[in-house]
Structure formats: structure tokens, C-alpha cells
């Protein structure tokens, strides 16, 4: 496996992805914009070195803090650690850049991300109520403070 930055001409793979697995799935349009931002640190899964997408995260920074937006695996490559070595990455581009309070928002119901995010060391910090649309659903907001 290999994670490597996500590049523009990923966005067609991030977005076919994104739309098999979210139901608010960002468009090709929104991939490319957040590859645009410079607040915003994307990156990819790729299941050999140079090969193919099997999963991508969002992190987004501002001043000491960053959220992480988005992160998502390819249904077949699950439960293979392809999570484990995006958050890997995350955490330390994050930490290599200054941030050192991470955040997130996920839906209540979410238990395989809640478990993920979990076992990076977030810890519930609040609940949103109805969130989330379609379904509608509470959104719990997690949060973790690397140590100095
Ligand atoms: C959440 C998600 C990213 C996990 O990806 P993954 O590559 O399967 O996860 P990994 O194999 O790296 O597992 C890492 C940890 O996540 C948790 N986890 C992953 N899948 C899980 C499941 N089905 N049930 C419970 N915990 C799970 C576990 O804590 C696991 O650690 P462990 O293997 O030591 O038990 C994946 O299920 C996914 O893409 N879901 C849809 C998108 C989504 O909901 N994203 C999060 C909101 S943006």
C-alpha cells in the first residue's frame, strides 16, 4: 500500500468513490476545490505503489487545530488497515505542520468510524442534534490533543 498526496487528476476516482459510499458525496467540482485550497490537505490510498485509489482522507487546517473532513474506503479493501495508514498520515503531516488539536464531526450511528476515530485517541467532546440529512441523524463531535 501506499499513501501519497492526492493529485487533480485523482479527483475523477476520489468523486466515483464518494458517491458509491456517502449520501451527501462531494461532486467532482467539490474534490477539485478542496485540492485548491490551501487550508486543505488531501491524500490517497493506493493499493500498491503507483497503483490504484482504494481510499482517500480530507484534512483541514486553521491556526493550531485540524479537521479532519472526510475518510473513506473502497467496500472491498475494508478492514485491511487502509484507515489506520491514512490516519497514520494525517496525524503526522498535522503534527509536521503545527497542529496539535484534531477534530471531527461523525454521525452517532457510524460505529466502524466512531471505533476508528477512537482507537486514534478522539474522545467524544458533543453531540449535534439532527445533523445530518437524509438519513437524519445526530452528529457526535470527537476531538484529540496530541501530547507535547
Ligand atoms: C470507517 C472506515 C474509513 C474504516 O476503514 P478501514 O480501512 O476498513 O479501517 P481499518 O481496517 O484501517 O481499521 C482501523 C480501525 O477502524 C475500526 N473499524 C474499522 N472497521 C470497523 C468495523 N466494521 N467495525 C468496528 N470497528 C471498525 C477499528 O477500530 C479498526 O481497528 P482494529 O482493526 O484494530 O480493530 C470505512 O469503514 C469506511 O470507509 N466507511 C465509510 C465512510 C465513512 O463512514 N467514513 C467516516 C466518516 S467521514
Redesign the pocket.
Known sequence: MEIREMKLADVFTVAELESG??SDAWSVSACRGAIDNKNIFPFVACDEPGGKII?YAFLMGAADEAE?L????AKE?????????LMEKMIRYGSDDGYCFFYLE??AG????V??Y??WGFNPAGQRFDYYKNPPEDALIMEMALEE
Open positions: 459510499i456517502f481510499g479532519i472526510r475518510i473513506a474506503v479493501y475494508r478492514r485491511m488497515g487502509v484507515a489506520d495508514a461523525v454521525r457510524n460505529e466502524p468510524a471505533s476508528l477512537q482507537k
